[in-house]
């Protein structure tokens, strides 16, 4: 999972730090039985692309005192497309189109496809909603039994930036056009 960073600035984050936070080598505490040493580097990376890319944020994090988990509210700008590459993922914003992308990068583009938010305090309650685009590309929100159509700016409109748990990109082919 993606986390956010632990108290109450910055109140917005992007998904950008978080990506960059997951894949940064790490310096680990830890004997090794062969040779002795004390420390170790751990680093991450995607072996392939997978083509569907699915982000699972952090939202609820235990708190050991209260005996109790508690949601981490801060806003994320949630990119349109994401930039995969073999050291890991770049974020960026902007329209869905490729206007203004530099698409000759090295990497594959991801496209969001759907985002499943949570309303409320508490893992225990609250409710969960789906945003989806459908073949058709426009958005539609998925509530219980009711469907219905939202504008492109569903995301703004509907607070997503806190409300966000999972996110869904789906790897483009091509021009563009998803598999």
């Known amino acids: 999972p993606l986390g ?25 505490e830890a004997t090794c039985e062969q040779c002795g040493a004390k420390t170790a580097r751990m680093e991450k990376t995607l072996s392939m692309p997978p083509q569907t890319l699915v982000l699972h944020l952090k939202r609820f994090v235990p708190n050991c005192e209260r005996r109790c988990y508690e949601k981490r509210h801060q806003a994320l700008e949630i990119p349109l ?3 995969g590459s073999p050291d890991g ?6 329209a869905s ?25 508490s893992p225990y309650s609250g409710h969960y909603v789906c945003f989806a685009r459908g073949a058709d590309s426009h958005w539609k929100l998925y509530d219980d039994s009711i469907v219905h159509e939202v504008g492109q700016d569903f995301i703004a409109r509907h607070d997503l930036g806190r409300k966000a748990y999972l996110l869904f990109y789906a790897l483009e082919v091509g021009t563009g056009a998803l598999r």
């Open 97 to 121: 189109s490729d206007a203004g992308f530099d698409t000759t990068t090295p990497g594959r583009w991801y496209e969001l496809r759907a985002v499943v938010s949570h309303d409320g305090d």
């Open 81 to 83: 497309r994401v930039r």
């Open 4 to 28: 956010f960073k632990a108290g109450g600035p910055p109140l917005r984050c992007s998904l950008e730090a978080m990506l960059e936070a997951y894949f940064a080598p790490e310096l680990l």
């Open 89 to 94: 993922l770049c974020a960026t914003t902007g």
